[in-house]
């Protein structure tokens, strides 16, 4: 299993960015897959959740209607789409399936940071 995220930066407060993720080493399309974030010193929590098939997503109250997780199986990518960005935001991100957390594959992950 790989997994590669990738379009985090540094941002001003209420900018937007688009984070990618690509994986590779299973059927990307029978998993859900979702969006965690990690700040030092914390553990990693989920976000942002979308399932497949059928796309139904699913977000913490944190993020929610400023955050959109969105698939394209195609090309085994999961992107987040993050506007109205806090400072609080700041984390770094990674994409992983929840079935497949217990195998603990993660990738190198991608820092957001939010500041003015």
């Known amino acids: 299993v790989q997994l590669v995220e990738s379009g985090g930066g540094l941002v001003q407060p209420g900018g937007s960015l688009r984070l990618s993720c690509a994986a590779s080493g299973f059927t990307f399309r029978r998993y859900d897959m979702s969006w965690y974030r990690q700040v030092p010193g914390k553990e990693r929590d989920s976000v942002a959740t979308?399932?497949?098939?059928?796309?139904?997503?699913n977000y913490a109250d944190s993020v929610k209607g400023r955050f959109t997780i969105s698939r394209d199986n195609a090309k085994n990518t999961v992107y987040l789409q993050m506007n109205s960005l806090k400072p609080e935001d700041t984390a770094v991100y990674y994409c992983?399936?929840?079935?497949?957390?217990?195998?603990?594959?993660w990738g190198q992950g991608t820092q957001v940071t939010v500041t003015s």
């Open positions: 979308i399932a497949s098939p059928g796309g139904r997503t």
């Open positions: 992983n399936a929840p079935a497949l957390l217990d195998k603990n594959y």
